[in-house]
């Protein structure tokens, strides 16, 4: 993916596939469950649903609190603004109108298992990212090539978690 000359409020994306030994409904069971995810994440510590005794869908929310070397920790509340089990899974971070982050996995039934997409958007909200890009006004650009790289990376990592997860049990 190419991010040279991206600024922040360009909304710069990446996606990330993997293909999965199983059939959806099966990768869902990992994908929506946002507790396990820090076990696949150098960045995310812990996350859990605001209120685990009502079943996840659109409006639910869930905290998630994340470190990173530059960044320092940070907790997050997102809000599920899609929920189509087995194909979609959506949150907004911070807020559901104006996201600091758009997340997104896909399943799509493929060749006998699941095509495995996580994609991301930054902004248009307010991220930490912001304050760094505020303190060095002219290196947003390589602010923003260096976070989407590392996003890059750590959803490599998360699709690759998931399904070695997946056909383990499988």
Not at 38 to 55: C, F, G, K, Q, R
Not at 119 to 136: H, V
Request: charged share 25%; net charge negative; no cysteine.
């Amino acid at each position: 993916m190419e991010w040279t000359g991206v600024r922040y409020a360009d909304g710069p994306t990446v996606e990330v596939d993997t293909w999965v030994d199983a059939p959806p409904e099966v990768v869902w069971g990992v994908v929506s469950d946002v507790t396990v995810m820090p076990e696949m994440s150098d960045e995310l510590a812990t996350a859990s649903w605001t209120d685990p005794t009502t079943p996840p869908g659109v409006g639910s929310t869930f905290v998630g609190t994340s470190k990173h070397d530059a960044l320092g920790e940070w907790s997050t509340t997102s809000h599920v603004v899609e929920w189509d089990p087995p194909r979609r899974f959506a949150w907004a971070v911070e807020d559901a109108d104006t996201p600091s982050s758009l997340w997104r996995f896909t399943l799509d039934a493929k060749d006998g298992g699941t095509l495995l997409r996580q994609w991301m958007r930054i902004g248009p909200g307010r991220s930490g990212l912001s304050f760094a890009i505020d303190a060095m006004p002219d290196k947003e650009q390589k602010i923003v090539f260096v976070r989407m790289r590392e996003f890059e990376k750590a959803m490599s990592r998360t699709v690759a978690d998931i399904k070695r997860r997946v056909e383990a049990v499988g």
